[in-house]
């Protein structure tokens, strides 16, 4: 999404009625499309562009941080994958110890979705030829994944009885027809 400079919804007054000040109001544009876990086609390298697109974040110094969800990726009426919810995302003036690792979690997840969606037959290739796979969780994930997320999940789900409600494909499909791809922009 593109922010949009001086839009009129910005200087619109806030429920208090109080005006917002220069800068405290963001408005982004509107990205058309179906959330990943919702679309019914894709083409053959949606990922291979996804890829690209995220590698385009990277080198202006963006990471996501919130890729793991199928929800943030959204296909595009024209098959092309466009990234959405950047709440999350950071942004980095170098490429130091900090950019890498939450470059490599993105790209670690966009590996995840890739496999989940072209593995058994489902997609038009095995998930071994993508790009960015061999990629590990990084150390501190895998202390989260080993012993913070059980906790995590124990005290939501059972403690407090609620849980994060995200939509996402079910493993049994149904699972999107592959069309021809489109390409590089």
Partial sequence: PRLLEGHPVAV?????????GAGEVLVRSW???????????????????LDDLCFTLHRAGICHND????QNLVVQPDGRPALIDFQLASVHARQGRGFRTR??????HLQKHRRRYTRDGRGPFEASEGAGFGRRRGLVARTWRRFGKPVYRFV???V??????????????????????????
Avoid: N, V
């Fill in 12 to 20: 619109l007054a806030c429920a208090d009625g109080s005006q917002p």
């Fill in 160 to 185: 407090l009885r609620t849980s994060d409600a995200e939509e996402r494909r079910p493993s049994s499909g149904p699972w999107p027809t592959w069309t021809d791809p489109l390409g590089p922009t």
């Fill in 156 to 158: 939501t789900r059972r």
């Fill in 31 to 49: 990205i058309e499309g179906e959330p990943l876990h919702r679309a019914t086609e894709l083409p053959r390298d949606f990922f291979d562009l």
């Fill in 67 to 70: 890729l793991h969800k199928e």
């Fill in 103 to 108: 470059a490599s979690e993105d790209l670690r």
